[in-house]
């Protein structure tokens, strides 16, 4: 097995060596015809542009959702936002990931007409945040109710309405809870985000499908593309363990060792 | 001195001798005929939905243009290697394995619609090409487009890891007509790409487009326009370092091309109704099929542009 990394070099249109392979990636030069290493790096910023998005959807809509559920069954009104919110996760949940892409490609747009027009990434990325969203939102919902009751009481007492003692007690800790959980998600969607391919977004996947088919080196392009999924996906993660350590409150963590912290 | 000189010599010559032994050994075998001989059964490469040359037609059953003319070489293997019965194990490949399992032996034999192309002939063999391919464009009949000058700003589909793919980035920079290109992931989905409306237009391989045609809900709503874009040779794919398999192949082949079966094969998968559905492809032989059949040979893709 004799292995070239020299095919990033080659140009996608003739297979000759271009004259600029590193530079031009860092902007510093322009090749006349674009290299593999090129098409590479664009791919990564379709997979990077197609997570990042798909990820906001999730949260914001994965967060609004976790909590919708976990209202009490006081009124009529609240009863209808939990049993939409349950909907939401529930349908969101049971369907492959795959097939939720398809039919938001090819179902959806032809019955709501105008989303022909969006391009593919669009809806890809809708798609696959309202996939993560649904398990955002049960994560989000063990997080609030795994907070002892007193709080919402306490909250009460102090003369807050529901808007005020979620917005103020109950989610600032229940997020900080499911912080390890959402930074699996948020990996998850990184990696997720290679079913784009079956909907012509020109991202990393379909990159190594098409670069091995031309090139016959299977093995060189796909240990490129592996190495830049795991860095995406590690990066996310770093990011997330900082912002865990940063919003961390002392002494709420169950594995303090400060006895005077306890509570 | 001169004891250690014939001892240096003697080696030698021992060396030399074994060597051509072991070399006489290697071309006299053939792994693949070894294997089937052994096994009594041989894998066949098929694709799934390449219609007409290779494609399932349900419950696990593949036939073809390409099949067929596999069952024919595989009868030819086995009456030569005196074999009572020969097991056919039927393997689907995709344009994205098809290559890693004819290396590593999954695959003995590949009949599907594989371009014989200097690059894959640095990892695999081709028999001799029994069918040229010539790459056209689809569209919707009334969609008034009728060269590929005329795609300018459109969108065009084709299929992810197929060489159609380079072939219309080649085109774009030679001729400075830029395209909006999407990509579907297999023969099917590009064309519900072109059914849909998301493409204005679909750039393969002639037989796959009236193949897929001709599968539609409306045939009559499509229609294959436009100059040839690329001429390709399709060829059976066996293992590279097998010469004496390929000799076996291709002397079958020209059995067959002998004894005038191959108009008859190409009216049977072509022009008339073929399964599952008894649907007609419509595609005439062209003069570059013909000649390919009169003068067989391997020669790659980048021979055939050479004009």
Same mark, same amino acid.
């Given at each position: 097995?004799?292995?070239?990394?020299?095919?990033?070099?080659?140009?996608?249109?003739?297979?000759?060596?271009?004259?600029?392979?590193?530079?031009?990636?860092?902007?510093?030069?322009?090749?006349?015809?674009?290299?593999?290493?090129?098409?590479?790096?664009?791919?990564?910023?379709?997979?990077?542009?197609?997570?990042?998005?798909?990820?906001?959807?999730?949260?914001?809509?994965?967060?609004?959702?976790?909590?919708?559920?976990?209202?009490?069954?006081?009124?009529?009104?609240?009863?209808?936002?939990?049993?939409?919110?349950?909907?939401?996760?529930?349908?969101?949940?049971?369907?492959?990931?795959?097939? @939720?892409?398809?039919?938001?490609?090819?179902?959806?747009?032809?019955?709501?007409?105008?989303?022909?027009?969006?391009?593919?990434?669009?809806?890809?990325?809708?798609?696959?945040?309202?996939?993560?969203?649904?398990?955002?939102?049960?994560?989000?919902?063990?997080?609030? @109710?795994?907070?002892?009751?007193?709080?919402?009481?306490?909250?009460?007492?102090?003369?807050?309405?529901?808007?005020?003692?979620?917005?103020?007690?109950?989610?600032?800790?229940?997020?900080?809870?499911?912080?390890?959980?959402?930074?699996?998600?948020?990996?998850?969607?990184?990696?997720?985000?290679?079913?784009?391919?079956?909907?012509?977004?020109?991202?990393?996947?379909?990159?190594?499908?098409?670069?091995?088919?031309?090139?016959?080196?299977?093995?060189?392009?796909?240990?490129?593309?592996?190495?830049?999924?795991?860095?995406?996906?590690?990066?996310?993660?770093?990011?997330?363990?900082?912002?865990?350590?940063?919003?961390?409150?002392?002494?709420?963590?169950?594995?303090?060792?400060?006895?005077?912290?306890?509570? | 001195?001169?004891?250690?000189?014939?001892?240096?010599?003697?080696?030698?010559?021992?060396?030399?001798?074994?060597?051509?032994?072991?070399?006489?050994?290697?071309?006299?075998?053939?792994?693949?005929?070894?294997?089937?001989?052994?096994?009594?059964?041989?894998?066949?490469?098929?694709?799934?939905?390449?219609?007409?040359?290779?494609?399932?037609?349900?419950?696990?059953?593949?036939?073809?243009?390409?099949?067929?003319?596999?069952?024919?070489?595989?009868?030819?293997?086995?009456?030569?290697?005196?074999?009572?019965?020969?097991?056919?194990?039927?393997?689907?490949?995709?344009?994205?394995?098809?290559?890693?399992?004819?290396?590593?032996?999954?695959?003995?034999?590949?009949?599907?619609?594989?371009?014989?192309?200097?690059?894959?002939?640095?990892?695999?063999?081709?028999?001799?090409?029994?069918?040229?391919?010539?790459?056209?464009i689809?569209v919707?009949?009334?969609s008034g487009i009728n060269s590929?000058?005329q795609l300018?700003?459109k969108?065009?589909?084709?299929?992810?890891?197929?060489?159609?793919?380079?072939?219309?980035?080649?085109?774009?920079?030679?001729?400075?007509?830029?395209?909006?290109?999407?990509?579907?992931?297999?023969?099917?989905?590009?064309?519900?790409?072109?059914?849909?409306?998301?493409?204005d237009a679909?750039?393969?391989?002639?037989?796959?487009?009236?193949?897929?045609?001709?599968?539609?809900?409306?045939?009559?709503?499509?229609?294959?326009v436009g100059?040839?874009?690329?001429?390709?040779?399709?060829?059976?794919?066996?293992?590279?370092?097998?010469?004496?398999?390929?000799?076996?192949?291709?002397?079958?082949?020209?059995?067959?091309?002998?004894?005038?079966?191959?108009?008859?094969?190409?009216?049977?998968?072509?022009?008339?109704?073929?399964?599952?559905?008894?649907?007609?492809?419509?595609?005439?032989?062209?003069?570059?099929?013909?000649?390919?059949?009169?003068?067989?040979?391997?020669?790659?893709?980048?021979?055939?542009?050479?004009?």
């Open positions: 097995m004799n292995m070239d990394f020299g095919v990033f070099c080659k140009s996608t249109l003739d297979g000759e060596p271009v004259q600029h392979c590193i530079s031009s990636i860092f902007g510093i030069a322009q090749n006349a015809d674009p290299s593999y290493l090129d098409w590479l790096m664009q791919a990564w910023f379709w997979t990077i542009a197609v997570a990042c998005l798909s990820l906001m959807i999730a949260l914001v809509i994965g967060a609004v959702m976790g909590t919708l559920r976990t209202l009490p069954n006081s009124s009529l009104s609240s009863r209808l936002l939990v049993w939409g919110a349950t909907a939401w996760v529930e349908l969101f949940r049971n369907i492959p990931i795959l097939v @939720q892409v398809f039919v938001w490609y090819h179902v959806i747009p032809s019955f709501i007409l105008p989303l022909k027009e969006l391009p593919s990434y669009l809806l890809v990325s809708i798609a696959l945040g309202f996939f993560t969203s649904a398990r955002i939102a049960e994560q989000v919902r063990a997080g609030i @109710q795994s907070l002892p009751s007193g709080q919402m009481a306490a909250a009460t007492a102090l003369g807050m309405n529901r808007i005020q003692s979620y917005r103020y007690v109950i989610l600032p800790m229940a997020l900080r809870i499911v912080i390890p959980p959402l930074t699996s998600e948020s990996m998850n969607v990184v990696k997720n985000s290679s079913v784009a391919f079956a909907v012509s977004v020109p991202e990393l996947t379909l990159f190594a499908m098409q670069a091995q088919e031309e090139t016959s080196r299977g093995i060189e392009i796909y240990l490129a593309v592996t190495l830049l999924y795991a860095l995406s996906a590690f990066s996310v993660n770093r990011l997330l363990t900082w912002i865990e350590r940063r919003t961390r409150i002392p002494g709420f963590v169950g594995t303090s060792t400060d006895p005077s912290l306890a509570h | 001195m001169k004891a250690s000189s014939f001892l240096v010599s003697g080696i030698r010559t021992a060396l030399v001798v074994s060597t051509l032994v072991c070399v006489q050994g290697a071309i006299a075998s053939s792994a693949t005929l070894d294997k089937i001989k052994a096994t009594g059964a041989v894998t066949m490469g098929v694709r799934e939905s390449s219609i007409p040359m290779s494609y399932t037609t349900g419950d696990s059953r593949f036939d073809g243009f390409h099949v067929e003319v596999c069952r024919m070489i595989l009868n030819d293997i086995k009456a030569k290697l005196g074999l009572s019965t020969l097991r056919i194990n039927y393997q689907p490949v995709t344009a994205q394995n098809r290559i890693p399992l004819v290396q590593n032996g999954t695959v003995d034999i590949e009949c599907g619609t594989t371009t014989n192309n200097t690059a894959r002939q640095r990892d695999v063999s081709f028999a001799n090409t029994l069918y040229v391919e010539e790459v056209r689809a919707k009949a009334n590929i000058s300018a700003g969108k065009v589909a084709t299929t992810t890891g197929t060489t159609s793919v380079q072939l219309l980035r080649k085109h774009e920079k030679a001729t400075g007509v830029n395209f909006d290109e999407v990509f579907g992931k297999d023969h099917a989905d590009s064309f519900l790409l072109l059914e849909s409306g998301r493409a679909f750039v393969m391989d002639g037989s796959i487009l009236a193949g897929n045609i001709a599968n539609s809900r409306n045939p009559k709503d499509f229609k294959i100059e040839v874009l690329s001429v390709e040779p399709i060829a059976i794919m066996i293992r590279k370092d097998d010469p004496q398999f390929k000799a076996d192949v291709n002397a079958a082949i020209a059995k067959i091309v002998a004894n005038g079966s191959m108009p008859k094969l190409w009216d049977k998968w072509f022009l008339k109704p073929i399964p599952p559905k008894n649907s007609i492809v419509g595609l005439e032989l062209s003069a570059a099929t013909k000649n390919a059949w009169a003068n067989l040979s391997d020669k790659p893709a980048e021979d055939y542009q050479k004009k």
